[in-house]
T-cell receptor
Framework: DSGVTQTPKHLITATGQRVTLRCSPR?????VYWYQQSLDQGLQFLIQ???????AKGNILERFSAQQFPDLHSELNLSSLELGDSALYFC?????????????FGPGTRLTVL | GQNIDQPTEMTATEGAIVQINCTYQ??????LFWYQQHAGEAPTFLSY??LDGLEEKGRFSSFLSRSKGYSYLLLKELQMKDSATYLC??????????WGAGTKLIIKP
């Protein structure tokens, strides 16, 4: 158990809909990262937040947005969902005290778009 | 561009030793990670190398050569539970973590 929690574990929805994925980082961690992993594909970095501020952006679609709240939990919002958005979405956290922190991953949310 | 190369798939026998290679071409280098990921599960941290040489941690060891842009993960006394995908990731000069596509390791009895 990494200490990172994600809800929900599974999500099934229809095309065109909007969903929110939630992540709570390990106690004391200030950085949160979001990743997308499609079936049998590698990890695609989406976005990083540090202490409430956006720090880095990867290949995140404009239909996707995220934020980190004062209590450091984070939410990833996915809108106008398409079939191709079906994937595992992982959240990871790190202490944020150094540039080369180890990232610890949550169990993921499996999103299925029908 | 930035690139991390790993073999797509490897097969090994229970009880044997296997070496998974990773070569990288990135804009700068600030450390290399190895993670293990079982199918449908989260990646879990295995090792971190920032200086040249070998880091040993139980049955797993990781080696780094910065001049060659090369690392390997060595797994000894293979067990069936070691069947997983092994991910190599490098921090570049902007402290962005660049991920390889992973090596799927299949262990046969």
């Amino acid at each position: 158990d990494s200490g990172v929690t994600q809800t929900p574990k599974h999500l099934i929805t229809a095309t065109g809909q909007r969903v929110t994925l939630r992540c709570s980082p390990r106690s004391g961690d200030l950085s949160v990262y979001w990743y997308q992993q499609s079936l049998d594909q590698g990890l695609q970095f989406l976005i990083q937040y540090y202490n409430g501020e956006e720090r880095a952006k990867g290949n995140i679609l404009e239909r996707f947005s995220a934020q980190q709240f004062p209590d450091l939990h984070s939410e990833l919002n996915l809108s106008s969902l398409e079939l191709g958005d079906s994937a595992l979405y992982f959240c990871a956290s790190s202490s944020g005290t150094g540039h080369t922190d180890t990232q610890y991953f949550g169990p993921g949310t499996r999103l299925t778009v029908l | 561009g930035q690139n991390i190369d790993q073999p797509t798939e490897m097969t090994a026998t229970e009880g044997a030793i296997v070496q998974i290679n990773c070569t990288y071409q990135t804009s700068g280098f600030n450390g290399l990670f190895w993670y293990q990921q079982h199918a449908g599960e989260a990646p879990t941290f295995l090792s971190y190398n920032v200086l040249d040489g070998l880091e040993e941690k139980g049955r797993f060891s990781s080696f780094l050569s910065r001049s060659k842009g090369y690392s390997y993960l060595l797994l000894k006394e293979l067990q069936m539970k070691d069947s997983a995908t092994y991910l190599c990731a490098v921090y570049d000069s902007n402290y962005q973590l660049i991920w390889g596509a992973g090596t799927k390791l299949i262990i046969k009895p």
